[in-house]
């Protein structure tokens, strides 16, 4: 059986994220992976994955900030807000200027309302987005806050009616990179929509250190202690404390604790488990099974 751990894949474009977990399954020889986070099938980038016990350490990723890089295309709208959606008008760009544009950035940069892209995988009634757009069916989707704490463009080139951006945005999770182009190009007038987006970056992990889907193999996971300690910070505990946490039982120390949470690691170099302060002791609010590995 493979160990647990955390894999970090790249995933290349033209493929969904389930396909990408199908192949981890497939090279792993295991039906338990998860996901902190899917990528759109015209996306690549980073996709963390959680392999057998270490599945469990996905509820503390899947909420953490990221970092796309990202093409916008000004003066052409889509009905998915990407490429791969169907155009749905045209409006010459060339005119628009470079204050424009960094005026329209600065309005979608900081705390924003953000109506998310109709073909979204956001439920509706129980059913997702896309598949009522998909059906003909109008969607209606709820604007909901989001930070975008920045909103750089690193190159713009005119040309053909139409104005492109290379941009870099970092943001909090269930921001739409796609609603941002969106929403720049209809506050400038001209309509946008992404034709690039590649997420670099989830939390502490970086898309330089994933495999590619060609190369994933037990050797590539990141170990459960070394992923939760990367992710939530650690503290060390000695073996009759963790073997109380692991019992459900509070320990001493709640002053070692300088976060919401850590992970505790006992001598061996193994993760106990997730634990929070209750008062002056140490209780542990999700615990990994003693056998998962350093």
């Known amino acids: 059986m493979v160990r647990p751990g955390i894999l970090l894949v790249d995933k290349p474009g033209g493929i969904t994220s389930h396909d990408v977990v199908s192949r981890a399954r497939r090279a792993l020889g295991t039906r338990k992976i998860g996901h902190a ?49 169907v155009e749905t008008s045209r409006t010459d760009a060339t005119a628009v200027t470079d204050d424009a544009i960094a005026a ?35 969607v209606e989707l709820k604007a909901r806050r989001v930070t975008v704490s920045r909103f750089d463009v690193h ?46 970056r989830i939390g502490a992990f970086d898309v330089a250190a994933a495999a590619s889907v060609d190369d994933i193999a037990e050797e590539r996971l990141v170990n459960p202690a ?41 001598p061996d170099g193994r993760l106990v488990g997730i634990v929070e302060k209750r008062g002056a002791q140490l209780k542990s609010v999700m615990n990994m099974p003693e056998e998962v590995a350093r």
């Open 37 to 85: 986070g899917t990528l759109d099938p015209m996306a690549t980038g980073l996709l963390v994955l959680g392999v057998e016990g270490a599945t469990r350490l996905l509820t503390y990723i899947v909420g953490a900030d990221k970092t796309y890089e990202a093409t916008i295309l000004l003066g052409v709208s889509t009905d998915s807000d990407d490429a791969d959606g």
């Open 104 to 138: 329209g950035i600065a309005d979608l940069t900081g705390d924003i309302e953000q109506v998310p892209s109709t073909v979204s995988a956001i439920k509706v009634a129980g059913r997702r987005a896309y598949d009522l757009a998909r059906a003909g069916e109008e």
């Open 155 to 200: 190159a713009v080139r005119r040309g053909e009616g139409a104005v492109e951006l290379d941009v870099v945005v970092d943001c909090t999770s269930g921001t739409y990179i796609r609603a941002l182009a969106r929403d720049l190009g209809r506050a400038l007038g001209v309509g946008g929509h992404l034709t690039m987006l590649r997420r670099t």
């Open 226 to 266: 070394t992923a939760a300690s990367v992710v939530v910070g650690a503290i060390a505990v000695g073996e009759e404390e963790a073997r109380d946490l692991r019992h459900g039982k509070r320990i001493d120390g709640g002053g070692r604790l300088t976060g919401a949470v850590a992970a505790a690691i006992d």
